[in-house]
């Protein structure tokens, strides 16, 4: 059977080319009560690429740019084949298998020109799906404007929705004041860093002026905050950032672990050659510095664990990984762009294997997803499946790469740029 070719070579990444033929081929699908039961594949190692799914313009504006803006995931949350894209007015639910919206929440609060137009320029924020309570829910962060009340000056707020996965109810609203003087729009930013018993870690920033709120999911209200303080990862119940070292000659910066429930420092790393290292967020247990003379010079990159501050694993040399990604089982893999990839447990940091574009016998691939033992990504132009706890190839002649996937759905890009949903065949 001839392949049909189903990427945009302008790209050099695997965009679908969903045409609006492909889209009236849409198989019907049985839709179970609970999408989350419908069929899944673990991991989908098959898709149906002659019917992709063409998804509402919603999701692209949850993510603006090209699929070439991508680094390493696109920024959505799946339940079963139910996406969840987040933009900056408002979240929008929608069923991978037909392309239709369930639903669209926004926040109470409104969001004006402004703060609209300085949002757009921002990288896009994916929510978070948790359990909460024995229920699914979905957290979606907006930037809102606060307005004058009285005598009181205006300004801006982070609201933070909880809602129902299932129902698509919105059960919890809080809202977080942003640092003082968050007047000026243009000098916003924050991030919904990640969430564990119970709570949600905000990253709030107004130019220079870093702060950390964490919010009680349960009474929807600001448990604590720290100002001083660049959250970056939420792991094994500790939130992990960069904190300035105290009188340092010049501005430097270790990295600490804050016990999430109250804030509490658990542990700080303050070896100045630690100053600048970036952190690497790198699954629910562990987190990475790349470390080096700094300014992008990197030549080690070291595994930590985020509970105790200990170092788990030093992979010395160059190239050194920038990025990972968690297959949401039990692996890490991190890689570097297409010049190096490799895989690591995702509890104890030990290495499984590695390659890099050094190695004679092999391509390293540009790694766009991973899930339940599988690595996806895709080397010029073809794609390529990896087993996750090897490395070994496990499916070459595939046309396409996933940048967000489940067991239910995968999603990538149509050749014009715009998000198509693709279902597992086995």
Request: proline share 6%; glycine share 8%; net charge negative.
């Amino acid at each position: 059977m001839q392949a049909k070719r189903l990427f945009c070579s302008t790209f050099l990444s695997f965009a679908l080319a969903a045409t609006s033929s492909c889209a009236a081929q849409s198989a019907t699908i049985d839709m179970p009560a609970d999408p989350a039961e419908s069929r899944a594949y673990e991991p989908p190692l098959a898709f149906d690429l002659e019917n992709p799914v063409p998804m509402p313009e919603e999701v692209m504006a949850a993510h603006p740019g090209s699929p070439n803006g991508i680094e390493s995931s696109f920024p959505v949350a799946l339940r079963g084949p139910i996406t969840y894209a987040l933009s900056t007015l408002a979240l929008t639910i929608i069923d991978s298998r037909t392309g239709g919206t369930l639903a669209t929440i926004s926040p109470e609060n409104g969001i004006g020109v402004e703060l609209r137009e300085h949002m757009a320029l921002n990288r896009p924020i994916a929510p978070i799906l948790m359990n909460l309570d024995g229920k699914d829910v979905v957290l979606a962060p907006f930037l809102v404007d606060k307005p004058v009340t009285g005598t009181q000056r205006g300004g801006h707020l982070v609201e933070l929705l909880t809602i129902d996965a299932q129902s698509h109810a919105v059960v919890g609203r809080a809202v977080v004041d942003m640092p003082a003087a968050s007047f000026e729009a243009s000098r916003l930013s924050f991030r919904l860093v990640g969430a564990a018993k119970e709570r949600a870690v905000l990253a709030l920033t107004v130019h220079d002026a870093l702060e950390v709120a964490v919010i009680d999911l349960r009474s929807q209200k600001e448990t604590w905050r720290r100002t001083g303080f660049d959250a970056i990862t939420v792991a094994s119940d500790a939130v992990v950032g960069r904190v300035a070292v105290p009188d340092a000659a010049l501005p430097e910066y270790g990295q600490a672990g804050l016990a999430i429930a109250d804030g509490k420092v658990l542990w700080n790393l303050r070896d100045s050659s630690f100053a600048w290292a970036p952190i690497v967020p790198a699954g629910p247990h562990l987190f990475a510095l790349e470390k080096g003379s700094g300014w992008g010079q990197y030549s080690s990159f070291e595994l930590y664990d985020a509970a105790t501050g200990e170092m788990r694993n030093d992979v010395t040399g160059t190239p050194v990984y920038d990025s990972c990604l968690y297959d949401d089982l039990s692996i890490v893999v991190c890689h570097l762009a297409d010049r190096a990839v490799g895989a690591f447990e995702a509890t104890t940091g030990e290495s499984l294997w590695d390659f890099d574009d050094s190695d004679a016998s092999r391509i390293a691939p540009q790694v766009t997803a991973t899930w339940h033992g599988a690595v996806y990504g895709h080397t010029g132009d073809q794609g390529v499946i990896l087993d996750a706890r090897t490395g070994a190839d496990w499916v070459t002649d595939i046309l396409f790469a996933p940048y967000a996937l489940n067991g239910h759905v995968a999603i990538s890009f149509t050749g014009g740029g715009r998000p198509a949903a693709v279902l597992p065949t086995g």
